[in-house]
T-cell receptor, first 113, second 113 residues
Framework: TQLLEQSPQFLSIQEGENLTVYCNSS?????LQWYRQEPGEGPVLLVT?????EVKKLKRLTFQFGDARKDSSLHITAAQTGDTGLYLC?????????????FGKGTLLTVNP | SQTIHQWPATLVQPVGSPLSLECTVE??????LYWYRQAAGRGLQLLFY??????ISSEVPQNLSASRPQDRQFILSSKKLLLSDSGFYLC????????????FGNGTRLTVT
């Protein structure tokens, strides 16, 4: 079973600060997704990355997929209180099932006003 | 557009009582369907997934079961709940195929007392 580590597990910052959260594994991913989950709701997809070295931007959010497709990062510029939530980066195993995403524990981000 | 409905939103049940959580998807056909459980607002644990009517794959041994009586209906059940069954249950669907994202319902908060 692939182990997927997310760091940090908890992050509390002030509005306007920048931050980066990480997603790492010893295994190669065929693709990886980033979701944000707000309390009491289901996770919502932010982005999917597929190609090693790929960079995608979604307004103030920048997602990067590692060259070897074993890790990914999410950078948020000038964080806002609306960015608060649990960030999850599940991935599909390379050569594994196309049906099952592996989830880590997530990064719980709190942006304080 | 596709939508996913999950109910009830909250449920309080005594130990030993039965459980039935229902999930339906609209606007798509032959989706892959999933049941996840999330403990303490952290990572998601895959419980069951289904790639077609009557086809159920179980990921974790437990006293829960799942059924898919119709193409877009997924039901999570238990004959006798345990305290450890408490948690946040999420239903999700995907279109299938490599790298398909998951679309989650809003979850059911189950408390077993």
């Amino acid at each position: 079973t692939q182990l997927l580590e997310q760091s940090p597990q908890f992050l509390s910052i002030q509005e306007g600060e920048n931050l980066t959260v990480y997603c790492n594994s010893s295994s190669v991913f065929s693709s990886l997704q980033w979701y944000r989950q707000e309390p009491g709701e289901g996770p919502v997809l932010l982005v999917t990355v597929v190609t090693g070295g790929e960079v995608k931007k979604l307004k103030r959010l920048t997602f990067q997929f590692g060259d070897a497709r074993k890790d990914s990062s999410l950078h948020i510029t000038a964080a806002q209180t609306g960015d608060t939530g649990l960030y999850l980066c599940p991935a599909y195993n390379s050569g594994g099932s196309n049906y099952k995403l592996t989830f880590g524990k997530g990064t719980l981000l709190t942006v304080n006003p | 557009s596709q939508t996913i409905h999950q109910w009830p939103a909250t449920l309080v049940q005594p130990v030993g009582s039965p459980l039935s959580l229902e999930c339906t998807v609209e606007g798509t056909s032959n989706p892959n369907l999933y049941w996840y459980r999330q403990a303490a607002g952290r990572g998601l644990q895959l419980l069951f997934y289904s790639v077609g009517i009557g086809q159920i794959s179980s990921e974790v041994p437990q006293n829960l079961s799942a059924s898919r009586p119709q193409d877009r209906q997924f039901i999570l059940s238990s004959k006798k709940l345990l305290l450890s069954d408490s948690g946040f249950y999420l239903c999700a669907w995907s279109a299938g195929g490599p790298g398909s994202p998951l679309h989650f319902g809003n979850g059911t908060r189950l408390t077993v007392t």
